[in-house]
Structures are given as structure tokens and as C-alpha cells.
């Protein structure tokens, strides 16, 4: 594919790349939909359910001289973790887990203590016993304890139109609570008020990375039942320990969060934070660009991204998007049980074309399947060559010198760029003599076809919920049931063992080599998958903010804890 016909695809793109996020089966929507449309704002009424457009005034101060002024293009839907795998940024500013991911200048992240100061694990990586601080106390002054923690698990495991079950899934117990044969959570036991001991049903090595996912984040247990379906939807009873209280939400205009001054790590610098819900883009710009945001998310803006480049090069703060956009193939279709097919399909496609026409080349071309700034990275791996003679060569030799016909299925609630990203991928298959018809299918469609294990080719990206290599390579070749519902159907099961197995070594360095190998044989060796690039995200701050910092997997919820402004 020409790289003028990509450009001239690219501008008449949307905006962004929907998002499928990780956690286990759940998906994550953490980029932005420039899709969104406004709904009728019911104004600061009592009440607090979105879908009566309804808002809970709360308990926001008259005077919010010296709130930083946020924005995002959609409301949120709930502030409860256990019900949303995508609605995050008040999450992640009201609520604390038990331990958290620390990133410093390199780069390089590590788990930090948080609500638990510190912990030991058992020799063979059954037993984990966390001692907790005895010095936090939860935004309504309550005491922070150990039985919180428990009920927060088991809340997690049974709440009604709960999500994100599948971070408690190696912890004894859990499926029996889920599945109704228990009620109480075997895994989990309370030691004395501050010490928490937690069993595994087998060891697995990235836990404590699982634990800093913000489905994790821990509740006031008196404070959370007693609000009842109301927690997450009223401010004044969605109650945490984090930086910042819950204090004001009206539907389809703005969220507001207040300092929490009795906040165990130390008040954070801001009095407070207000989110104004703008879906669009073109009033985001105008609004930050006088001096009314904070901060813009260039994700929203990707048409003015240049721009802002240019403008406002010392007010650019860029990091990782820890994820992966990749393109599968499905080993049941034909003629894809066939390895020079597979190897031609990924060397027919010109992953760098499609990076620089839809997103300037902010990002990279990834070669496996763990993205950029993940854990376990690796690049020096075996690198896959844009060859579309060498893929003609190879269907030749399969016996598809004439081509064949496959499948790319779209999703109709996807953005257009994803449907942009299909085209050049047509477009370029075409040229190696394959023709990929583009199927649409309405979103419930799409996704239970997949599920069955029936669905053709598609382009996705799956954003890390936790920082460790488990996180993608169990979720879709970690089973024959995984493998499945992703509609890849790989069928080396011996494969498959070993990647679940790799969840339980202990040895950091020898799980990491075996994560790494297990890359090697499934993308170049087996071509079972098609990394396409990972992107660099990028935000516009105004002159007076200090200390802003990207989120360590760079989605667009933020956490406002070390922000400060000037005079």
C-alpha cells in the first residue's frame, strides 16, 4: 500500500482507536470515543443516577479558587470499581489498594507498599501475609482494618452486576463464593485488625502486580453496605482512603473531587480537582487554549495534535500507552492452518505505514505480544519484515499463488478508526493477491461470535490492567477456552501449558526467560499472532501545572495526587 493513499485515509479518520482493555475476560475502554454524544444535564439534582440524568450536589465548596480543571469527552456511569471495568479516574483518586506500581524517571516500575506497608510470601507462593498500616483512616473517619479488606474481596465476588471477579480467581475459595456453595471466602483470612493472610489455589507469580489493579481498590466495609446500589453512584456515600473525596457529581457536566486532608501519605497540594464532561474536541481546544483546562488529552485531539506539537513544545508531557494493537487469525478458517499462510499474512501488512498515517508515527511497531513499557519487554527479539514479495512467495509455496478470501470483522460500535485501520489492511493484503472482505456485525453479534470461537480476523488492542507479561499472553493463549473466546482457536496445548504454567515460577528471572521464549515460539516461530504498534500518549498542560504524570500504562484516567499549580 502506498504511503500517500494511507495519509489520505487517515484524514478523514476519527479521532481514536477504541480500546479493549485487560483484567481477565473484561474489557476496558480507556481511550476515547469521539463518538459520544451529550445527553440532557438534569442540572444538580438529588437522586445521582445517570440514566435519570440526574447529579448529587454533595459536598462542593463555594469557592474553588485553585482547582485544577480537567476534562473528559464522556461521563463516567458508577464510581464502583467492582461494577466497570473501564470508568477509573475518580477510582483512582478516592480509593487506595493494598499495594501500588511506582514508575521512576527510567522508566522502570516496581510494586510500592500502599495500604499494606509490607509482606511476605511463602516459599512456595501459596501464602501471602500482608501487615496493614494502623495510621489511615477512610474520608468519613472511620479505621482502616483488616476486615475491610475482606469485605471488599468478597464484595467483589458477589456484588449484583459485579465485574473484575477474575482478579480474585487464584485466591481458595473464590469460585465457590461466586458459584454459591460458599459464603464465605476461604482464601482470605483476617490474622488480628492489621494483618491479612491470603491463599492461592496455586501459585501465581504475578498476584502482587494483580493486586495494584484498580478493580482492586479497597472499600469501607460499614460505609459500602450501608449505602447499598447507591455506593459509586452518590458521592456523599462512595467513600474511600484516598487523596481526594468524592464530592459533587452532575451527569454530563462536571465531577468534582475535594482534598482529603486527613490523607495518610499527606494531604495532596490541590484544594481540588473539577472534571468538566466536554464531548467536543473543538471546545476542548478552545477552552484550554484560554486558559480554561488544565489540561487537554491529545488522544481527543488527534487532527490537532501537530499543532500542539509546535505551539506548546514545553507544556508536551508524553508516556507509554501500555498496550498493544495486534490483528489475529483463527486456526479453524481456512487456510489459516497452514503456517506460510500465517507468516505471509504478517508479512503482507505494513504495520509502520498504518502507525505514521493514523497517528504520525507517535509509537512503535511492536514484534510480540507484550507492548512497550510492560514488564518483561523484550527488543531484541526476532523482528517481522514489511516483505510483500516474500509473503507472495510464501502463499506460492502453501499453494494460494492465485490468493484466497478471508474475513476482517468489525465491530459496528468501534470508532472509525478502527474501520480506517481494516481498510489499509485490505488494501495491503490486496496487494499480495488476497482479498479480505470487511464484515460488520453489531456489537452484542460481534462478540458473542467471537466468544463461540467463530469470528474471522480482527484488529484490536488490549491495554495492560497490571503490569506483568500474565496479563496478555494467559488471556489469549493461556487455555484452550482462552484461545477460543478470542476466536484464535491455537491449538498446541502443550504450548498452552506451558504459558500456565509460567504463571507459577517464583524465580522472577527464570518466569520472565520463559514468558520471553513462549513470545518467541508463538509469534515468529508458529505465527500465531500479529502485533501491530503500540502509541505514545501525549497531553498539553497549561504553564502553571507542575508535577503532572501520566498514569504508569498511560490510559487517560489520571491520578492528581502529585499535581500541583503555580501562582
Same mark, same amino acid.
Given at each position: 500500500?502506498?504511503?500517500?493513499?494511507?495519509?489520505?485515509?487517515?484524514?478523514?479518520?476519527?479521532?481514536?482507536?477504541?480500546?479493549?482493555?485487560?483484567?481477565?475476560?473484561?474489557?476496558?475502554?480507556?481511550?476515547?470515543?469521539?463518538?459520544?454524544?451529550?445527553?440532557?444535564?438534569?442540572?444538580?439534582?438529588?437522586?445521582?443516577?445517570?440514566?435519570?440524568?440526574?447529579?448529587?450536589?454533595?459536598?462542593?465548596?463555594?469557592?474553588?479558587?485553585?482547582?485544577?480543571?480537567?476534562?473528559?469527552?464522556?461521563?463516567?456511569?458508577?464510581?464502583? $470499581?467492582?461494577?466497570?471495568?473501564?470508568?477509573?479516574?475518580?477510582?483512582?483518586?478516592?480509593?487506595?489498594?493494598?499495594?501500588?506500581?511506582? $514508575?521512576?524517571?527510567?522508566?522502570?516500575?516496581?510494586? /510500592?507498599?500502599?495500604?499494606?506497608?509490607?509482606?511476605?510470601?511463602?516459599?512456595?507462593?501459596?501464602?501471602?501475609?500482608?501487615?496493614?498500616?494502623?495510621?489511615?483512616?477512610?474520608?468519613?473517619?472511620?479505621?482502616?482494618?483488616?476486615?475491610?479488606?475482606?469485605?471488599?474481596?468478597?464484595?467483589?465476588?458477589?456484588?449484583?452486576?459485579? !465485574?473484575?471477579?477474575?482478579?480474585?480467581?487464584?485466591?481458595?475459595? &473464590?469460585? *465457590? !463464593?461466586?458459584?454459591?456453595?460458599?459464603? *464465605?471466602?476461604?482464601?482470605?483470612?483476617?490474622?488480628?485488625?492489621?494483618?491479612?493472610?491470603?491463599?492461592?489455589?496455586?501459585?501465581?507469580? @504475578?498476584?502482587? #502486580?494483580?493486586?495494584?489493579?484498580?478493580?482492586?481498590?479497597?472499600?469501607?466495609?460499614? @460505609?459500602?453496605?450501608?449505602?447499598?446500589? %447507591?455506593?459509586?453512584?452518590?458521592?456523599?456515600?462512595?467513600?474511600?482512603?484516598?487523596?481526594?473525596?468524592?464530592?459533587?457529581?452532575?451527569?454530563?457536566?462536571?465531577?468534582?473531587? /475535594?482534598?482529603?486532608?486527613?490523607?495518610?501519605?499527606?494531604?495532596? @497540594?490541590?484544594?481540588? !480537582?473539577?472534571?468538566?464532561?466536554?464531548?467536543?474536541? *473543538?471546545?476542548?481546544?478552545?477552552?484550554?487554549?484560554?486558559?480554561?483546562?488544565?489540561?487537554?488529552?491529545?488522544?481527543?485531539?488527534?487532527?490537532?495534535?501537530?499543532?500542539?506539537?509546535?505551539?506548546?513544545?514545553?507544556?508536551?508531557?508524553?508516556?507509554?500507552?501500555?498496550?498493544?494493537?495486534?490483528?489475529?487469525?483463527?486456526?479453524?478458517?481456512?487456510?489459516?492452518?497452514?503456517?506460510?499462510?500465517?507468516?505471509?499474512?504478517?508479512?503482507?501488512?505494513?504495520?509502520?505505514?498504518?502507525?505514521? &498515517?493514523?497517528?504520525?508515527?507517535?509509537?512503535?511497531?511492536? %514484534?510480540?505480544?507484550?507492548?512497550?513499557?510492560?514488564?518483561?519487554?523484550?527488543?531484541?527479539?526476532?523482528?517481522?519484515?514489511?516483505?510483500?514479495?516474500?509473503?507472495?512467495?510464501?502463499?506460492?509455496?502453501?499453494?494460494?499463488?492465485?490468493?484466497?478470501?478471508?474475513?476482517?470483522?468489525?465491530?459496528?460500535?468501534? #470508532?472509525?478508526?478502527?474501520?480506517?485501520?481494516?481498510?489499509?489492511?485490505?488494501?495491503?493484503?490486496? @496487494?499480495?493477491?488476497?482479498?479480505?472482505?470487511?464484515?460488520?456485525?453489531?456489537?452484542?453479534?460481534?462478540?458473542?461470535?467471537?466468544?463461540?470461537? *467463530?469470528?474471522? #480476523?480482527?484488529?484490536?488492542?488490549?491495554?495492560?490492567?497490571?503490569?506483568?507479561?500474565?496479563?496478555?499472553?494467559?488471556?489469549?493463549?493461556?487455555?484452550?477456552?482462552?484461545?477460543?473466546?478470542?476466536?484464535?482457536?491455537?491449538?498446541?496445548?502443550?504450548?498452552?501449558?506451558? /504459558?500456565?504454567?509460567?504463571?507459577?515460577? /517464583?524465580?522472577?528471572?527464570?518466569?520472565?526467560?520463559?514468558?520471553?521464549?513462549?513470545?518467541?515460539?508463538?509469534?515468529?516461530?508458529?505465527?500465531?499472532?500479529?502485533?501491530?504498534?503500540?502509541?505514545?500518549?501525549?497531553?498539553?498542560?497549561?504553564?502553571?501545572?507542575?508535577?503532572?504524570?501520566?498514569?504508569?500504562?498511560?490510559?487517560?484516567?489520571?491520578?492528581?495526587?502529585?499535581?500541583?499549580?503555580?501562582?
Amino acid at each position: 500500500m502506498k504511503k500517500s493513499l494511507s495519509l489520505a485515509l487517515a484524514a478523514t479518520m476519527a479521532l481514536s482507536l477504541a480500546v479493549t482493555g485487560c483484567g481477565g475476560s473484561n474489557g476496558n475502554a480507556n481511550s476515547p470515543d469521539t463518538n459520544t454524544t451529550p445527553a440532557d444535564n438534569g442540572g444538580q439534582q438529588t437522586g445521582g443516577n445517570p440514566e435519570n440524568g440526574g447529579g448529587i450536589a454533595g459536598t462542593v465548596p463555594d469557592d474553588t479558587t485553585g482547582f485544577f480543571l480537567s476534562v473528559k469527552n464522556a461521563d463516567i456511569q458508577t464510581a464502583d $470499581v467492582q461494577k466497570t471495568t473501564k470508568d477509573y479516574e475518580i477510582p483512582m483518586n478516592i480509593f487506595d489498594r493494598l499495594v501500588d506500581i511506582e $514508575v521512576d524517571s527510567q522508566g522502570t516500575s516496581r510494586i /510500592v507498599p500502599s495500604l499494606a506497608e509490607d509482606w511476605e510470601i511463602s516459599s512456595d507462593g501459596l501464602e501471602y501475609t500482608f501487615h496493614l498500616r494502623q495510621d489511615v483512616k477512610f474520608q468519613n473517619g472511620n479505621d482502616f482494618t483488616a476486615e475491610d479488606v475482606l469485605y471488599t474481596f468478597k464484595r467483589l465476588l458477589t456484588v449484583e452486576g459485579g !465485574v473484575n471477579t477474575e482478579l480474585l480467581d487464584q485466591v481458595k475459595g &473464590a469460585a *465457590e !463464593v461466586i458459584n454459591g456453595s460458599a459464603e *464465605e471466602l476461604e482464601g482470605v483470612e483476617q490474622l488480628d485488625d492489621y494483618t491479612v493472610k491470603i491463599t492461592l489455589t496455586e501459585p501465581f507469580a @504475578a498476584f502482587l #502486580s494483580c493486586l495494584t489493579a484498580p478493580g482492586l481498590s479497597i472499600f469501607d466495609s460499614e @460505609a459500602t453496605e450501608a449505602a447499598g446500589d %447507591q455506593f459509586g453512584m452518590d458521592p456523599s456515600v462512595t467513600i474511600g482512603t484516598g487523596p481526594f473525596s468524592f464530592a459533587g457529581w452532575s451527569f454530563n457536566d462536571q465531577l468534582v473531587l /475535594v482534598r482529603n486532608e486527613n490523607y495518610w501519605k499527606g494531604a495532596p @497540594a490541590l484544594p481540588g !480537582v473539577i472534571i468538566k464532561i466536554i464531548p467536543d474536541t *473543538e471546545t476542548q481546544t478552545m477552552m484550554f487554549e484560554n486558559g480554561e483546562l488544565d489540561i487537554i488529552d491529545l488522544d481527543f485531539v488527534t487532527d490537532a495534535t501537530d499543532r500542539f506539537l509546535e505551539t506548546y513544545p514545553d507544556q508536551i508531557v508524553s508516556g507509554p500507552r501500555v498496550g498493544i494493537t495486534y490483528l489475529t487469525m483463527n486456526f479453524n478458517i481456512e487456510p489459516f492452518q497452514d503456517l506460510n499462510v500465517r507468516k505471509a499474512v504478517q508479512m503482507a501488512i505494513d504495520r509502520q505505514a498504518i502507525l505514521d &498515517a493514523l497517528y504520525g508515527g507517535r509509537g512503535q511497531v511492536e %514484534q510480540g505480544i507484550y507492548p512497550f513499557g510492560l514488564i518483561g519487554y523484550n527488543d531484541s527479539q526476532t523482528k517481522i519484515s514489511y516483505d510483500p514479495e516474500g509473503a507472495k512467495a510464501l502463499l506460492a509455496e502453501a499453494g494460494y499463488g492465485d490468493g484466497f478470501t478471508m474475513e476482517l470483522a468489525a465491530d459496528s460500535s468501534s #470508532s472509525d478508526t478502527v474501520t480506517m485501520v481494516l481498510e489499509i489492511v485490505k488494501e495491503q493484503l490486496a @496487494a499480495v493477491g488476497i482479498e479480505a472482505n470487511i464484515k460488520n456485525y453489531d456489537e452484542s453479534t460481534w462478540l458473542e461470535t467471537r466468544k463461540s470461537g *467463530e469470528l474471522g #480476523s480482527f484488529v484490536s488492542t488490549w491495554t495492560a490492567d497490571f503490569n506483568d507479561p500474565e496479563n496478555f499472553i494467559y488471556t489469549f493463549f493461556g487455555n484452550e477456552e482462552k484461545t477460543r473466546i478470542r476466536s484464535i482457536n491455537y491449538p498446541d496445548t502443550e504450548v498452552m501449558a506451558r /504459558v500456565g504454567a509460567a504463571r507459577g515460577i /517464583v524465580n522472577e528471572d527464570e518466569r520472565l526467560a520463559e514468558y520471553r521464549a513462549l513470545e518467541e515460539k508463538l509469534v515468529h516461530e508458529d505465527a500465531a499472532w500479529i502485533p501491530m504498534y503500540s502509541r505514545t500518549h501525549l497531553w498539553a498542560v497549561s504553564p502553571r501545572v507542575q508535577d503532572f504524570k501520566p498514569v504508569w500504562s498511560g490510559v487517560s484516567d489520571l491520578v492528581y495526587y502529585s499535581v500541583s499549580l503555580s501562582e
